[in-house]
């Protein structure tokens, strides 16, 4: 199983820009990388994935530098809806289950 | 996007008596489901993955009959928590992912379901 790190939790401001660095040293061939965000008493909410270099779509960007060991959301101009826990998976799904598991996740508070 | 829905969205029940939860796909066929649950303040723990017309496969930990899983269409998965404990209390999460875009590997991840037993 792909082992990922990321920090524990992250304050920022209002309108600035949050990166969350995830390391996965040991990622497979074939593994993705995934972001989700929840917010309490939610289920997780897919927000972007990638496999390699950058990914952008409406609410963030993916950079995965070309070893693949880590990868950095980018959260453009955060506001205080953004205050979420953001989890870095790193893996694969199939018919027979997942590669991946949960880690603790990032927990993200914007402040005003 | 692809939609997954739960009911209920949360339940009481008294212990020792049984509580099903359905996991549905609204948009989309799903062979294959997954069931997480969630206590406070942690993150999401993989109890089971679900395939459309088998048995499902259980994470080392997790009790097949107290647990039982049900995956009878392509759009429905059940759990239904036997016997249930006030130490099963918990938020309970299904996802699904949906093949038919291609190489994209997202699990949609339902709503959750509050279980709580007195």
């Known amino acids: 199983l792909a082992k990922t790190t990321q920090p524990i939790s992250m304050d920022s401001y209002e309108g600035q820009e949050v990166n969350i660095t995830c390391s996965h040293n040991?990622?497979?061939?074939?593994?993705?990388i995934t972001w989700y965000q929840q917010f309490p008493s939610q289920g997780p909410r897919f927000i972007i994935q990638?496999?390699?270099t950058k990914v952008t779509n409406e609410v963030a960007s993916l950079f995965i530098p070309a070893d693949r060991k880590s990868s950095t959301l980018s959260l453009p101009r955060v506001s205080l809806s953004d205050t979420a826990v953001y989890y870095c998976?790193?893996?694969?799904?199939?018919?027979?289950?997942?590669?991946?598991?949960f880690g603790p996740g990032t927990r993200l508070s914007v402040l005003p | 996007g692809a939609v997954v829905s739960q009911h209920p969205s949360w339940v009481i029940c008294k212990s020792g008596t049984s509580v099903k939860i359905e996991c549905r796909s609204l948009?989309?066929?799903?062979?294959?489901m997954f069931w997480y649950r969630q206590f406070p303040k942690q993150s999401l723990m993989l109890m089971a993955t679900?395939?459309?017309?088998?048995?499902?496969?259980?994470e080392q930990g997790v009790e097949k009959d107290k647990f039982l899983i049900n995956h009878a269409s392509l759009t429905l998965s059940t759990l239904t928590v036997t016997s249930a404990h006030p130490e099963d209390s918990s938020f309970y999460i299904c996802?699904?992912?949906?093949?038919?875009?291609?190489?994209?590997?997202?699990?949609?991840f339902g709503p959750g379901t509050r279980l709580t037993v007195t």
């Open positions: 996802s699904a992912t949906d093949r038919s875009g291609g190489t994209r590997d997202e699990q949609y």
């Open positions: 040991n990622i497979a061939t074939n593994d993705y």
């Open positions: 990638g496999y390699k």
């Open positions: 998976l790193v893996g694969t799904t199939d018919n027979y289950g997942q590669n991946f598991v």
């Open positions: 948009d989309f066929q799903a062979t294959t």
């Open positions: 679900s395939n459309e017309g088998s048995k499902a496969t259980y």
